[in-house]
T-cell receptor, first 112, second 112 residues
């Protein structure tokens, strides 16, 4: 297993601005993922954060809107760019070990 | 369209009652995970099942993986208010590079 922390835990942002969310894992992991979740609903995978190469995005998500960095095996960032109220959601990162994933506590984003 | 169909969507029961949550698919999974998520937190991994027909028990929780590895169930005996939460099943397909397919989730409310 792994302990995963995220910063910030929540934020309220203005339309048109950008927010970068940080994810730190307490051990080296091969796979890191970013998800979006509406309260009470399931998780939607945004992208797989690859160390040393560009992230792999799922259908409906693009790098210009959600740039991701993965500078090493314990850290990743997700930026939500040019935000609109539709981006209000919970953003979660996870660390993958074989077929299991362990999640951070999430970042609750509200865009006004 | 969800690859994993989870039912029911919502379950409200009294303390002491039993409940079962189902997760079904037409696809075969190499493994299947169950998570529980409480408000303001990330999903917490409860169990991973990998062998067709496998049954795992975690105190009052019983998890079963179908013989064909296409479906799973979670049964809670004598539910307690602390069992309240969003239950999510997630499956890993062969050659999925660690990516999980999540069900829509079941919101369970156990009242005293």
């Amino acid at each position: 297993s792994a302990v995963i922390s995220q910063k910030p835990s929540r934020d309220i942002c203005q339309r048109g601005t950008s927010l970068t969310i940080q994810c730190q894992v307490d051990s080296q992991v091969t796979m890191m993922f970013w998800y979006r979740q509406q309260p009470g609903q399931s998780l939607t995978l945004i992208a797989t954060a690859n160390q040393g190469s560009e992230a792999t995005y799922e259908s409906g998500f693009v790098i210009d809107k959600f740039p991701i960095s993965r500078p090493n095996l314990t850290f990743s960032t997700l930026t939500v760019s040019n935000m609109s109220p539709e981006d209000s959601s919970i953003y979660l990162c996870s660390a993958g070990f074989l077929n299991e994933q362990f999640f951070g506590p999430g970042t609750r984003l509200t865009v006004l | 369209t969800q690859l994993l169909e989870q039912s029911p969507q919502f379950l409200s029961i009294q303390e002491g009652e039993n409940l079962t949550v189902y997760c079904n698919s037409s696809s075969v999974f190499s493994s299947l995970q169950w998570y529980r998520q409480e408000p303001g937190e990330g999903p917490v991994l409860l169990v991973t099942v990998v062998t067709g027909g496998e049954v795992k028990k975690l105190k009052r929780l019983t998890f079963q993986f179908g013989d064909a590895r296409k479906d799973s169930s979670l049964h809670i005996t004598a539910a307690q208010p602390g069992d309240t939460g969003l239950y999510l099943c997630a499956g890993a397909q062969v050659d999925s590079w660690g990516k999980l397919q999540f069900g829509a989730g079941t919101q369970v409310v156990v009242t005293p």
